[in-house]
Structure formats: C-alpha cells, structure tokens
C-alpha cells in the first residue's frame, strides 16, 4: 500500500515550487501518494506563508484541525516561511508537530521526515544546486526557481528573514529543466524569484556572469517552448535592455508586474524601495513605448506608517496615470524582525481600511473601463484549465483570462478566440480557429 500525502500550500508561486519539489522528493525516494483528503494521510504538510500576519493565524488554528481530525500515527510537518520565521516555537505550541522545515531546506524533506522534532531552518543554507526529482500540477505550464532569497532590505518585508540572501541557480539547470517541461509537453515556463531581473548576481559556485535579459534570450532558444512569464521583477532593476528584450521576444509574454507598494516617493524611501515614484513612471512610459499592448500589474500597500493623506493621494495618482490590469492591494501588516515593525507613526485602522476600499473601487472602475475595450477583439489563448458550465479557460499572451464553451480536448491547445462578453475578472469569447 502506498503512504499517503497530504499537502496544503499557502502564499506565493515560491512556495507552491517548494511543495512540487517535496512532493517529487517523496514520491520517488519515500513512495508517497498525493491525497486531497487530510483524514486518510500519513503525512500531512503545510506549506506556509509570513508575508502578512492573518496567515500565520491561520496556521495555529489548521493545526489544530488536523491533529483533531489525522489518521492514527500520521505525522504533521510544517513547511515554508512561517517554518523559518518561528522555527521551534511551533513545536513548542502545537506539540504534535513532527518536524519544523524552513523555505530554504525543502532538499532535506526525506531527512526530516525520519527524525522526531526535527527543526531544519537555516535561511542561508544553499541548495540552489540540487537536482530535485520531478513533479509538476499542471501538464501544461512549468514553475522553475530561478534564483532563491532576496538581498532587498525593504522596511516592511520578512523574505530576507525567512528565505535568506539572494543566490541565482546556474543557467544550464534552469534551462536543463525548462527543456524537460518542454519535452513533457508544456508549451509554457514560468521563472520565479523574489526579484527576476537582479538574476545573476550571484551564484554558487563560479560560474559564468550571466544576467536575467541574457537568461531569457537562451530559454527562448529552446524549440517548441511558445511563452515565457516570470514573476516578480524589481522597478529598479527595469533597464532600457530588459525591457527592449521584453518587448522585442516573440516567446516573452507581454505582462508584466512591477510590484510599486507606494506612490509616494517619500514612503518609498521609508521603505527602502530604491526608487521613486518618477523612476516608476519613467519605467511604465519606457514599457508602453517599446510595447503598447503590454498589461501592466502591481502590488500597493496602503497605510505603511506615516503615510499622509497626501502620500496616499500619490498612490492614487499612478493608479490613474498606470490604470494597472491587476493590483494586489493590502493594509499594511507589520512583520517580526523587520525595521518598519518598530516604526511608530502607525495609521488609525480605520483611515487604512477606507484607503484599502477606496484604491480597490477606483481600480474595479478602470478594469471595467478596460475590459469594455476588449469586446470583439481577438487573442490567441493558450487553454489550461476546465472551468464551471462546461466552459474551458486560458490566457492570452498578454495574461487576459479567457473562457470559450468547449471540452478537454482544448487544454494545451492554443485557438484564436474573439471576445464576446465581458467580466471584471474572465472574459468569455468564442473560437475563430
Ligand atoms: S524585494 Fe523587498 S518586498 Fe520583495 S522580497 Fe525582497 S525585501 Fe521583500
């Protein structure tokens, strides 16, 4: 009989690499199957995320849960930032946990599980070397890791704390593993890293200075590899060279996120984000320049401390100079062992919420304004996933989600669809060939 594996991931693209790589380690060396019902594990493992406070509640409360509720001898291990952030504590309040595995030791994940009480969470430890066995979810598209940390110093950010100093992975495993998702029949790559176009940096090991525009001039070389997408780049990294390749490369998808958090220049020096709202600007004008028909999505936080109605009204003014495709907005969440949790000029509550409410409806008006401009326009969509009511979705190269009537056959096909209706978040459409 087969062990059973269960696996919850929480967070960022990061972390759902990190659970593919665990699976894959334990599938081939432990003979694990993956399970979506908890209950029946013998080993249940949550991937966690720090980036805001709410998760790690949510932690303590899942636990719990599953403790209650696991299979008789089953074991409990906790995985990822959370795991890095608070290590042995965890243990020490949820007893039953077996073993304690920070974000940058995912290799070790066969050693721990035959250790009690194990805590393996050394942020710095490097295994950006390491031949992880494979596994991928999807069949049509692969994540690959292409750097891990990040060396950013950012006020309000526990990343540096929980994954460690920034290391880039050679480009000869990246593009090893990009041509296995290839010969698997995936037609799309997604790289990953706190910061992709810092790409190259440093390494491991010597190794040939190699940087993010060049890295994706050779995965474009790979034949039948259609679409590349990376997430996340570094406004301040965004050279004239980048964003010229962007442009220029049939096979780069043309979205792309720059993560602004603030439009006040002032809170962005509080938070050490290397740039100014001009910068930013300069950038975006750069990119819609070289490459009009690019979607552009950012993350905001709205009331980091000291920020004034005035610093706030700069955020709303690039929401209406950018009119971003996505945003990703949040209150600020003050985070352990990062500088900002000791900043003391905190915005009321209440001030934070209405300015979280504000920026989210004026950004829901200019999607709507948006997504009317697509209707009877035709994009070439990439089909991946079924969808309610016998509908089947993908992505067009510019990162539109789009849904047509149809059937499996679709996925990891593409088709030409002409956009028929609108949604704030899908847009639906038929095919034209
Ligand atoms: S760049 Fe800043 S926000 Fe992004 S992971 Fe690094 S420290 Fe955090």
Known sequence: MSKKLFIETLGCAMNSRDSEHMIAELKEKEGYETTDD???????????????????????SELGVF??????????????????????????????????????????????????????IDINYDESEFAFKDFRTSPYKGFINISIGCDKTCTFCIVPKTRGE??????????????????????????????????????????????????????????KLERIRFTSPHPFHMDDEFIEEFASNPKICKSMHMP??????????????????????????????ECPEATISTDIIVAFPGESDEDFA????????????????????PRPETEAEHFTNIVDEEVASDRLS?????????????????????FKVYFEALNQGGFVAGRS??????????????????REVKITSIGRTILTGEILA
């Open 166 to 223: 920034e290391i880039s992975i050679p480009d000869a495993l990246i593009i090893q593993e990009a041509q296995k998702i290839v010969n698997a029949g995936a037609k799309e790559i997604f790289l990953l890293g706190q910061n992709v176009n810092n790409y190259g940096r440093r390494f491991s090991g010597e190794h040939e200075k190699v940087n993010f525009t060049e890295l994706l001039r050779r995965l474009s070389k790979i034949e």
């Open 67 to 120: 403790y209650k509720k696991k299979k008789e001898g089953a074991k409990i291990g906790v995985c990822g930032c959370t795991a890095s952030h608070l290590g042995d504590e965890i243990i020490k309040r949820a007893p039953y946990v077996s073993f304690v595995l920070g974000a940058r030791n995912v290799s070790k994940i066969t050693e721990v599980l035959h250790k009690e009480r194990a805590v393996e």
């Open 260 to 289: 602004l958090q603030s439009g006040s220049s002032k809170v962005l020096k509080d938070m050490k984000r290397g740039y100014t709202k001009e910068w930013f600007l300069n950038r975006v004008a750069k990119l819609r320049q």
């Open 358 to 378: 504000y920026l989210q409806a004026l950004h829901n008006e200019i999607l709507d304004e948006k997504n009317a401009q697509q209707l009877g326009k035709t």
């Open 38 to 60: 908890f209950k029946e594990a013998d080993l249940i493992l949550i991937n966690t995320c720090s980036v805001r406070e709410k998760p790690v509640q949510k932690l303590f």
């Open 397 to 414: 190269d510019n990162n539109l989600l789009i849904k047509v009537k149809g059937s499996d056959e679709l996925l990891g096909q593409f």
């Open 314 to 333: 700069q955020s709303v003014d690039v929401v209406k100079q950018v009119k971003f495709d996505q945003i990703f907005s949040f209150k600020y969440s």
